[in-house]
């Protein structure tokens, strides 16, 4: 027996995807962090022996993981205010407006260099998918929920608060 596609079943499992990968990116900052402090130790120990050249070399790394710590935490909050989206979106049955908000932003998340990474890489094609798929429900079927407020526009204004943290921290053109 095939179930009926659900618009709000589509966007509920977007928002799993997401959280997901909020917490994939979460550990990956944390082990990226572990091995900044690592380094940063081992660079205070060859300093104090006296090997200033590999102390240099091992605190211009602890430097460039901080960079990429930076910009990991800005993709995570991009993605806090993604999962907040969709959580008003569902609230408010204004799954329409989400997904054409949502496949915007996803296009420019997406040219980030930090979406190459394998794990990030696939969790986030997934969240593509889903929004993809939660976009041709709400297109094809419409939203036939008894529940129907008026229109509101917050969820496009946190994804613009995205959208702008994106272009501010990150530079996405």
């Not at 993605?79 to 989206?85: F, G, S, T, W, Y």
């Not at 969709?86 to 996803?106: C, F, K, P, T, Y």
């Amino acid at each position: 027996m095939l179930r009926k596609a659900d618009p709000l079943r589509k966007a509920v499992e977007t928002l799993y995807v997401v959280r997901l990968l909020r917490d994939r990116i979460s550990r990956i900052i944390s082990r990226i962090d572990e091995r900044k402090a690592e380094l940063t130790r081992r660079a205070v120990e060859l300093e104090t022996t006296g090997e200033r050249y590999l102390a240099k070399r091992y605190a211009e790394e602890a430097a460039r993981l901080g960079e990429f710590l930076k910009r990991l935490s800005t993709v995570q909050l991009v993605l806090e205010k993604v999962d907040l989206a969709i959580q008003h979106a569902v609230v408010m049955r204004d799954l329409a407006n989400l997904s054409v908000e949502l496949s915007q932003l996803l296009r420019d998340v997406s040219r980030l260099p930090e979406m190459r990474i394998p794990d990030l890489g696939v969790m986030f094609a997934e969240l593509e998918s889903c929004v993809k798929e939660l976009s041709a429900l709400t297109i094809t079927q419409g939203i036939s929920l008894s529940y129907n407020p008026p229109s509101s526009s917050e969820v496009s204004k946190i994804l613009e608060e995205a959208r702008e943290i994106l272009k501010k921290n990150l530079e996405v053109s």
